[in-house]
């Protein structure tokens, strides 16, 4: 497994587990590359300079995105920094008799160019049979759009290698690098493993503490990172229209925490005059709460993103049988409601309607008790770790 980050609580990161955890029940064995790695991936390369938040690598994203040319100092540095982690992923399949590598988004969005161009250079030298899992691609993207250096997008994100074979997780995705490239790919959602469940329930009082509720406290529990795409302005709204002052919005992800948007946030929630708190799920730190302990504390799971490679949240609230409100953001309209789940939905934003079934929900909690069923069973049959094993091995099995 090979990406610039395995760690916290990004959906790239749970979906590299999850894929792990699925093949490992069929005798597959793994080991970890990558710039900020988990003590938990092991074993793996630690190797510090292929991160996509290193003051290096955010200088050079600098000076190739978002202008027209780049000075020949960059380009060297930009080489020298391929070279060094060509050479890091080679010692890396040697040490660790790497088989197969599968890439976790590190051929599909350029955070981390040199990581790229290396894992390609990789492939393109050894031959070693290599699957991209692409979480989203630079196209989806504005901040990728003017590229001094576009030869190299069309290089390494992704690579069109004989070996390379391509994996995504949602129907446009497979649609537009088909359009694109001429290449096609497998579509692996994200998954939860719902044929075993939980493996423990959630402490519902362990986040509620953590929070610093009181025992009558209604929590709307927004379970993502704090950046603007995750729409928490839809929640701080809805929270507002039911009008209740016993409701608290718990936002519950602090890895990458956007603080301008934060601040701006926090500023609406004070016109509105709504509770917003910042109260991470830290997963395996003995004594603080749990992602399991944050939904099992939540009246109701709001996911109002105005765009998702997949939703991996959104499974996660399924997972642990809790009453949904989303968005209808692209993927969710295509990929995830055909499957039949059953949410409280808006397009865009709060309406009355909205409003009055989540009030509805929350005075009757057993009222949301057969949606709750069904989605879990929805997702047993459309995305669990059987789905891994389905489509993840026979391609392990032809490389």
Same mark, same amino acid.
């Given at each position: 497994?090979?990406? %610039?980050?395995?760690?916290?609580?990004?959906?790239?990161?749970?979906?590299?587990?999850?894929?792990?955890?699925?093949?490992?029940?069929?005798?597959? %064995?793994?080991?970890?590359?990558?710039?900020?790695?988990?003590?938990?991936?092991?074993?793996?390369?630690?190797?510090?300079?292929?991160?996509?938040?290193?003051?290096?690598?955010?200088?050079?994203?600098?000076?190739?995105?978002?202008?027209?040319?780049?000075?020949?100092?960059?380009?060297?540095?930009?080489?020298?920094?391929?070279?060094?982690?060509?050479?890091?992923?080679?010692?890396?399949?040697?040490?660790?008799?790497?088989?197969?590598?599968?890439?976790?988004?590190?051929?599909?969005?350029?955070?981390?160019?040199?990581?790229?161009?290396?894992?390609?250079?990789?492939?393109?030298?050894?031959?070693?049979?290599?699957?991209?899992?692409?979480?989203?691609?630079?196209?989806? $993207?504005?901040?990728?759009?003017?590229?001094?250096?576009?030869?190299?997008?069309?290089?390494?994100?992704?690579? %069109?290698?004989?070996?390379?074979?391509?994996?995504?997780?949602?129907?446009?995705?497979?649609?537009?690098?088909?359009?694109?490239?001429?290449?096609?790919?497998?579509?692996?959602?994200?998954?939860?493993?719902?044929?075993?469940?939980?493996?423990?329930?959630?402490?519902?009082?362990?986040?509620?503490?953590?929070?610093?509720?009181?025992?009558?406290?209604?929590?709307?529990?927004?379970?993502? $990172?704090?950046?603007?795409?995750?729409?928490?302005?839809?929640?701080?709204?809805?929270?507002?229209?039911?009008?209740?002052?016993?409701?608290?919005?718990?936002?519950?992800?602090?890895?990458?925490?956007?603080?301008?948007?934060?601040?701006?946030?926090?500023?609406?929630?004070?016109?509105?005059?709504?509770?917003?708190?910042?109260?991470?799920?830290?997963?395996?730190?003995?004594?603080?709460?749990?992602?399991?302990?944050?939904?099992?504390?939540?009246?109701?799971?709001?996911?109002?993103?105005?765009?998702?490679?997949?939703?991996?949240?959104?499974?996660?609230?399924?997972?642990?049988?809790?009453?949904?409100?989303?968005?209808?953001?692209?993927?969710?309209?295509?990929?995830?409601?055909?499957?039949?789940?059953?949410?409280?939905?808006?397009?865009?934003?709060?309406?009355?309607?909205?409003?009055?079934?989540?009030?509805?929900?929350?005075?009757?909690?057993?009222?949301?008790?057969?949606?709750?069923?069904?989605?879990?069973?929805?997702?047993?049959?459309?995305?669990?770790?059987?789905?891994?094993?389905?489509?993840?091995?026979?391609?392990?099995?032809?490389?």
């Amino acid at each position: 497994m090979v990406s %610039t980050r395995f760690a916290g609580l990004d959906g790239v990161t749970l979906e590299a587990r999850k894929i792990a955890e699925a093949l490992g029940r069929d005798g597959h %064995t793994f080991a970890w590359f990558a710039g900020e790695l988990d003590p938990s991936f092991s074993p793996g390369m630690h190797v510090p300079s292929a991160f996509f938040d290193t003051p290096e690598n955010l200088d050079l994203q600098a000076a190739i995105f978002g202008t027209e040319a780049v000075e020949l100092a960059v380009s060297a540095r930009l080489a020298a920094m391929v070279a060094e982690l060509t050479e890091a992923l080679l010692r890396f399949v040697a040490e660790h008799g790497v088989d197969v590598l599968v890439v976790e988004n590190a051929l599909a969005i350029p955070m981390q160019l040199p990581l790229g161009l290396a894992i390609t250079q990789v492939a393109a030298i050894t031959g070693i049979p290599t699957i991209g899992h692409h979480h989203d691609f630079s196209w989806e $993207r504005v901040h990728y759009a003017r590229c001094a250096l576009p030869g190299i997008l069309d290089l390494a994100f992704p690579p %069109t290698l004989a070996g390379v074979h391509h994996v995504v997780i949602n129907l446009d995705a497979r649609d537009a690098l088909y359009d694109r490239t001429g290449t096609e790919a497998i579509v692996l959602p994200n998954v939860m493993d719902f044929e075993t469940g939980p493996v423990r329930a959630g402490r519902a009082e362990a986040y509620r503490r953590a929070a610093g509720l009181e025992d009558d406290d209604v929590v709307l529990l927004q379970p993502t $990172r704090v950046i603007p795409r995750k729409g928490i302005e839809l929640t701080i709204e809805l929270a507002h229209r039911l009008a209740d002052p016993r409701i608290r919005v718990l936002v519950s992800h602090a890895d990458d925490l956007d603080e301008a948007y934060w601040a701006k946030l926090r500023r609406l929630a004070e016109e509105r005059d709504v509770d917003l708190r910042l109260v991470p799920a830290v997963p395996g730190d003995l004594g603080d709460p749990r992602l399991a302990d944050a939904y099992a504390a939540a009246d109701l799971v709001c996911y109002p993103s105005l765009w998702e490679g997949f939703g991996n949240a959104l499974l996660e609230a399924f997972f642990y049988r809790r009453p949904v409100f989303v968005n209808r953001y692209p993927v969710y309209v295509r990929d995830i409601a055909p499957t039949g789940v059953e949410c409280i939905e808006i397009d865009g934003r709060v309406d009355d309607d909205a409003v009055a079934r989540v009030a509805r929900w929350l005075e009757d909690p057993e009222g949301a008790a057969a949606a709750v069923e069904r989605n879990y069973e929805v997702g047993r049959r459309h995305f669990s770790y059987e789905i891994v094993r389905r489509r993840l091995g026979p391609l392990l099995g032809s490389a």
